[in-house]
Every structure is written in C-alpha cells, then in structure tokens.
C-alpha cells in the first residue's frame, strides 16, 4: 500500500514536470567549431526529378554531394518540387512513385557523400508534389513515404529549426502551404494558408521571444513566393505573420530563373490593400532614423526566390554573420565549382540592405565589430594562397579602386568553415549613395587558378540601392494574383457584357447609331458592336455563352491520381466531394483556376466577339459599296437585279479595291482560325490533363465558340 502511495507521489510529481518541459530542446543545434560569429546554411530548390529527365538527378548526385562536402553547411533546405510528376509531353500533372523512389535513393547518396547528418536536411512539398493527392497519409501522398521530412516523421505543415552559437540564436521556420487536398495541375499553382497554419507559424517564430536573452535572427523558408500566396479564410496572410515578427528574410522557389535574375522583394507594413509594387523596394525614400529607446522597430523582411535546379542547375548559399543576413547563388550548369566566395559583410546594398541596417549603423545599435573588418567567408576544395577585398569608387564615372586589402583567415582549434577578414576604417566609406562603392573579392589557389565573387555595391551606413523588375520579373513578383484574380475577372466579365448589351439598348431604345464614317475608337467600338447585334443568333449566343460561364459548371474532369473520384470545376474553383464529411462538397483551387479562367475570357471570348461583330460590319460595308455601284438604296427589293450587279461588278475595275475583293473578310477569316486554333489547345491540353472527353464532359466551354464563329462567317458570306 505504500509502495503504491509513493508511485502516485511520484507519478503527479513527474506530469507537471512533462508538461511544463520545453518541446523545442531537441529542435535546437549547438554549432561547434569557428567561425563563431558566423553560421551558413544551404538552399536547393525545384529539383523536378522526372523519369523523362534523368540528367536532372544524374546531375544532382554528381555535383551537389561534393559541393556540400566542401561547404559543410549546418542545415540544408529543399524548398519544394522534389519532384516533376509531369507526363512526357507537359499536359498530364499527377504523382509518379518511381520519380518518389529515384528522389529517395539520390538523397540517401548526396547524404552518405557529402558527409552530412541526415537530421540537418529539411524537404517541403511543392504545388508539383501535391498533384492530384487527394488525402495528405494517403495512398498517393508519396512525399510522406519518401521524402527527408517524412522519413524524419516532420509529419507538420510548420517545422522549425534552431541554430545556436555562443551570443546568438538563429531560428529556421519552414512552412508548407500547399492544398490540403491537392488537384491535378495547371490548376494547383498557389499557396493555400489556412488560419491554423498562420498560427501555428506564428507560435513559432515566437517561441524564443520570451526565452532567450541572447539576439535572434529568424529566416522562414517555404516554395511559394508571397504573390502566388492565397489570404486564409480569415483574411491574412503569411505577409502578415512574418511582418509581425520582422524576420529577416523569407527564402522560397517556386517560379524558376527563366522570368528573371532579380526575383526578389522588400516587404514593409503598409495599411493599404496591396495589389502591386512596382520596384522591388517598397518605398521610394526611406524615413529618418528615430533613436530614442521606445521608437517603433521596423516591420519590414526580405523575399528571395531562388531559380530552379530543374534548369538553372541553381544552389544557393545563405550566411548570418552577427544578424546581417546574405547570400550567394551558386551555378553548376557549367559543371563544379573549385571556389566559392559569400562575402557576409558589408551588406549588397541592392538585395540585402534594410531599414534596420540603417537604424543600426546611425544609432550604434550594433557592435562596432561587426563594421571594423571586410569578411567573407571562402570555400574551396584547393588549398588557398591568398584572398583580397577591393574595393571601387564609382564616382569618377568609372571603376576607380580606392583599396585592396589582403584578407586573413580566422584560426580556430575545430573549424566549420574559412572566414577571411581585412581591417578597414569603415567610416571612410559613409556616403550619402548607397552605390557609389562596390565590393569585390578575389580568391587564388595553389595551382594559380583565381576565382572573383560578383561586384556588389554597398552602404556602411545602411542605404538601399533602388533596383526596378523587368516586366516579367514584375508580372511574377510584384503582382498579388490572389488578390487580384476576382478584381480581373468581374472587370473582364463586365467589360464583355457591356460591349454587348448597349449598342443593342440603344439600337432599341435610343436613335443614335454608331457609324464607320465617324473617327474615334470607341465610335469603331460601338458601331462593330451595333453590327454584331444585327445577327441576332450570334449576338444571343455570346451573351448566353458569358452567362453560362458564370452560372455553370465549365467542366467535369479527374481532378485526382487514381482518378476515381470526378469534380467539376467553376470560376471559383473546383467542386468535389470532402474528405472528411461524406456527402458534402467543397471549393477547392480558388484563385488557381485562374490560369484557365483569365485566359479562356481575355484570349477566346474576346476576340471572338470583336471578330464576329467585325465579319458583320464588313458585310455591311460591303453590302453598302454594291449599292452605291448599282444606285440602288440598301432597302430595294429586287434581289434578282442586285445579283447581276453583282456580276457585273465583278469584271469592273473597282473590283480590284479592298472592300470590292472583301481582303478585310480574308483578314477576320484568319482571326477566326487563330482563336480556333488557341481554343483547341486550350481544349486540348484540359483534355490530357483531367482525363475528359470534349463532347461528353464539356460541350458547352468546348463547342460554343467555334460554332458561333463558324455560324457568323456563314451568316456573312458573299450575297448580297
């Protein structure tokens, strides 16, 4: 009896204790070894492993293995798109386990290679790794059997990492936010936060808030960029949560190097609704820096999307030294690097640079040893004879070098990695450009062979270089698609109805008529709009043909990998049947059903009204130009009389004009076989990647357009 009294004593001793325990302990590494003040991790992205093409995990194996070895990263992040799930010929978008299988075995190989603990690699999935998953643990939820993560049992949409040097914590938080139930593509192309997730992710970038007194730097990583990111149901974002904690960057894929180099973005508070930004700095002019102890901190992070391995064959290496966060981005399409050089500090006064840089360099709020010395940190597989800072002065219009200084490597009993330092009087670069100075690092080994990094310029005092987006870099990172997607199609929708529905209004109800003969675009507007409604069957059967657009189904297809269970799929989304509650259905793919959406409106449905209302002018036109020959008025009766004009005409000169020869008809003809040319490959390419017939599955989207096309060229035709 006493002995079981003294088990229960214990017993209630040891639950509090349990539960009170901090859950993280075994989240946090210790980094031993110099330098101290620095930690690097690396970044692989959109690997798309296929078994079409195999070169891409050949090539993984070969280069990337070694390249770790070299570096010696304390983490390695994998940020999505393990693997392709593509068929040959791009259209069918579904889970493949042999590509799940080869992406096992190749990491298994890199780990073994590199030299590396498998607990340091951290893997997400990707909008291709969740094709047509129709339950995360489910049968075709491959990444759970196969990748890092799963093996790991990381079976959370938020898992965080902590990197812990003697003065500083680094907090890595790797979020998935991809369909909880994943369709077939191309419509699964965003990030879907659930308001769960959002706080979870909140919780924790949190957790050492209140727990350390040491600096912390936090680094969230994930595969989408923010403007391919859904809000929650709630209405938040990602933006919001990593704003609230002032991260110092977000590290993420997804888009590919093919739309630009410089897929990057500073993001900053702002209580506006954001549709745009226009450059890749927020704001024009930065705000003057406020001193005083109870001043508001900057809320405010850096976006980088990194390229692909896919084509790019892209890596990326990520450094913190003492809080300043920078990266370098590795090429291997040429094959393997001898030497790599990150320069950690001072700062790419382009990409790296912050408000908070500037605060801390005006208010001494960092040491003044994180200015005193160039670093950089060098990774060779060759032993080095030399490493030296230069730095250029742009003043002079051109690359005038104000100094070279010889770096030093740190020495350290146990080392991770080569940190190079060079002494300098930093003040002496203060200046009020932010690129008038730029920095460049040379590296030369033994063998005599010399590797430079990339001239970056700099602020010691923390200014940013504004730096604009190409067009394509802007259509992808500074456009909030999400956001914009139903602002696009209503104004799309509204636009086609109202081309349609007020010329016929004020044919019925008002006597003003457009004309030819008047000048203005919006004149030829209308009055090709007036002519389409004098064919009523094609003018009824476009509005009804947007109404159907809105009010039903546009098609029925296997929106899964089994291809089981059919949805069907609207202008908000894809309807299927949920998971959890049988019987009931569900929007799933909201606003990714864009990318069929927008184009089928603004790319088919468009041009063919403006085509068929133009066939009907140019009857009309053409109609008008006869009578005028003949002398006749457009309402006389004789059509016997109007046909031998008709010959007769023919063998006149005036047939040799453009109207006379209907050139203009020829002209819309071939419009007319364009738009049903890009309807079919639009058609064509649903078909193959949801498994439908066009007939059964989809007349109405399928059918309308061409035959409304084909009834208007008829309705057109040369008489009279």
């Known amino acids: 009896m006493g002995s079981a009294i003294l088990n229960a004593m214990v017993f209630m001793v040891l639950i509090p204790a349990l539960c009170c325990a901090n859950p993280k302990d075994e989240d946090v590494i210790d980094v031993k070894g110099g330098p101290e003040s620095v930690v690097w991790v690396v970044q692989l992205s959109d690997l798309h492993f296929s078994v079409h093409h195999p070169d891409r995990a050949t090539d993984f194996t070969q280069l990337v293995a070694p390249a770790l070895s070299t570096i010696n990263p304390s983490l390695v992040l994998i940020t999505g798109d393990l693997t392709d799930g593509k068929s040959k010929d791009l259209l069918t978008m579904k889970q493949n386990e042999e590509e799940w299988v080869e992406y096992q075995t190749v990491m298994e190989h890199v780990i073994q290679r590199s030299g590396l603990d498998k ?17 995360l643990g489910g049968a075709f939820d491959f990444f759970s059997k196969y990748s890092i993560n799963g093996q790991l049992g990381r079976t959370g949409n938020v898992n965080s990492i902590t990197l812990q040097t003697g003065d500083r914590k680094h907090l890595f938080v790797g979020v998935d936010t991809t369909m909880s139930v994943g369709v077939r593509g191309p419509t699964n192309l965003f990030g879907h936060p659930t308001d769960q997730l959002l706080s979870e992710l909140d919780m924790e970038l949190s957790h050492w808030d209140s727990q350390s007194k040491h600096p912390i730097t936090k680094i969230s990583f994930g595969h989408f960029p923010l403007s391919f990111s859904a809000t929650s149901h709630s209405g938040k ?5 990593f704003l609230n904690h002032s991260i110092s960057a977000y590290i993420c894929g997804h888009l590919h190097a093919r739309f630009g180099k410089n897929l990057k973005r500073h993001h900053q508070f702002s209580s506006l609704p954001e549709f745009f930004q226009l450059n890749i700095h927020q704001l024009s002019s930065q705000p003057p820096v406020n001193c005083s102890t109870d001043a508001p901190t900057a809320n405010e992070f850096w976006e980088w999307e990194m390229g692909d391995w896919r084509k790019s064959r892209a890596m990326r290496i990520l450094a913190i030294d003492r809080g300043h966060v920078s990266y370098v981005d590795v090429d291997f399409k040429l094959g393997t690097k001898k030497t790599i050089i990150l320069p950690t500090f001072p700062l790419d006064s382009q990409l790296m640079s912050t408000s908070s840089s500037r ?17 950089a940190l060098v990774f060779s597989v060759s032993p080095l004879v030399s490493v030296t800072a230069m730095i250029y002065d742009t003043r002079p219009g ?48 033994f063998m005599g062979r010399s590797t430079l990094s990339d001239l970056r310029p700099f602020s010691i005092n923390g200014l940013s270089t504004k730096l604009s987006w190409t067009w394509k870099e802007f259509i992808v990172m500074g456009c909030q698609w999400a956001a914009l997607y139903y602002p696009m199609l209503w104004s799309a929708v509204y636009f086609l109805l109202l081309i349609l529905l007020i010329p016929k209004a004020l044919l019925i109800f008002s006597n003003k008529h457009f004309t030819y003969k008047n000048k203005g675009f919006l004149n030829i507007l209308g009055w090709v709009s007036q002519e389409l409604c004098r064919v009523p069957l094609a003018w009824f059967g476009l509005v009804g043909y947007l109404f159907y657009l809105i009010l039903f189904p546009w098609f029925i297809g296997q929106v899964f990998t089994d291809g089981k269970d059919k949805g069907y799929m609207t202008y908000m989304g894809w309807v299927i049947k949920s998971v959890n509650e049988d019987g009931k259905h569900e929007y799933v793919g909201s606003p990714d059903v864009m990318v069929v959406v927008l184009p089928h409106l603004l790319f088919v449905v468009f041009p063919a009204i403006l085509v068929t209302g133009a066939l009907a002018a140019e009857k009309q036109i053409y109609r008008e130009h006869i009578l005028s020959l003949s002398g006749k008025k457009e309402d006389d009766p004789d059509q016997e009389e109007k046909r031998s004009l008709w010959y007769g005409y023919r063998g006149s000169r005036k047939s040799n004009s453009c109207v006379g020869e209907r050139w203009i008809r020829k002209v819309l003809l071939v419009v007319c076989l364009a738009i049903c040319w890009k309807h079919f ?3 064509r390419a649903l078909i193959k990647a949801y498994e ?5 599955n989809f007349p109405g989207y399928s059918l309308t357009i061409p035959l409304l096309l084909a009834y208007t060229v008829y309705r057109t035709r040369r008489n009279v």
């Open 119 to 135: 607990s340091i690699f951290f893997d997400l999935r990707g909008n291709h790794d969740n094709f047509g998953v129709p339950l």
């Open 681 to 683: 490959m639009n058609c």
């Open 398 to 445: 051109y690359l005038s070098m104000v100094l070279e200084a010889p770096m030093i490597k740190l020495q350290h009993n146990t080392s991770r990695g080569d940190l190079y330092i060079a002494p300098w009087n930093y003040r002496a670069f203060a200046d009020p450009s932010p690129d008038r100075y730029w920095l460049q690092i040379e590296a030369t080994d």
């Open 237 to 241: 974002s990602l933006k919001d949560i």
């Open 692 to 696: 439908m017939n066009p007939i059964i």
């Open 359 to 375: 605060h801390e360099y005006e208010c001494r709020a960092m040491g003044p040893l994180s200015y005193e010395a160039i670093r």
